[in-house]
């Protein structure tokens, strides 16, 4: 008995590639001694090789069994034995799951997908990212990197979480940073001081742009002072953290149903939404564009950030043109074609 229970402990301790080498050897060689013993029963040594692995796995379908003393003995022998290292490489997988599962909860492995979309700090604007994106796009892949050691959103599958400074080259390329298709930081709300916070944010997005300037990428600022710091690294967008909801609570004051548009065109959960769409070949003007537009059930919005265009339908579109509508998801996705 004790040299059983030092013979395990060994075989507890070995690797998992060393254990593999072992059972498949094990297998092989049983096989092998099977057909040796009694080539009548078996006939071919496949069919000894089938009846060793259901011997190990307890199966025992009955079609092949041992027939002579000599292979009685080694069929107790892999009883014992076989079904013993069997259940090692049960254990061993199980193992292995529970430690991947830990290490995902804990945010140390790295994500290895590509076109996914990374958010950089967790707070509840994270969280309503979150459920905004994949309204959005329900099978895109999020990866989280925050400083916390624990998944905020283990339960969901396609949330991926990385623990560590998102100012770090190291957590960066675990997120697989540069297939990334976006990348957002929000403001680490740990922080009270608001220079420090637009501190922290600049220097996590100047490391991003460095190692990744083809993703776009988009910031929260908490001063307006710092725009131009941020600019000079290159930041696709940026947002003030305060200033969209000052300006909203106001416009919801002053002009009674303001917010409600407002907040509709700013998710894509509710009624109609700002989509790009595709300059058609066709279209000279930003009016022959708003007109064909509009006979599909869109309005014409705006050329990038210039929301002036309707004043202008005579104007020919620039080759450069980003036109962006506002439509329900079908008509969007009849436009595109």
Known sequence: MHFLLKLSGKLVALKKKTIAVMILCFVVLSATIAYALEPDTFNSWFNAFYWVMTTMSTVGYGDYFAATPSGKVFTIFLYIFGIGLLSLVIGKVVEAMGEIQRRRGAGT???HGTDHVV???WSRKTQAAVDEILCYAPKCQIVIIDESGKHPLEQMEQVHFISGDASSDEILLKANIGRARAAIVFSDIRIDEPSLVDGKSLLIISSVERIAPQVHTTVEIMQEKHIQNFRHVQVN???LSHDAVSRLAVRSALQEGNSEVISQLL???HGDDIYEVPVNAGWRTYGEAFQALLLQGATLLSDRGDLGINRKLDQPIPP???????SDEETYRRIKG
């Open 109 to 111: 492995l790295s994500f």
């Open 237 to 239: 967008e940026f947002v």
């Open 267 to 269: 998710s894509r959960e």
């Open 320 to 326: 450069d043109a980003r036109l962006y509508v506002v």
């Open 119 to 121: 958010l950089i700090n």
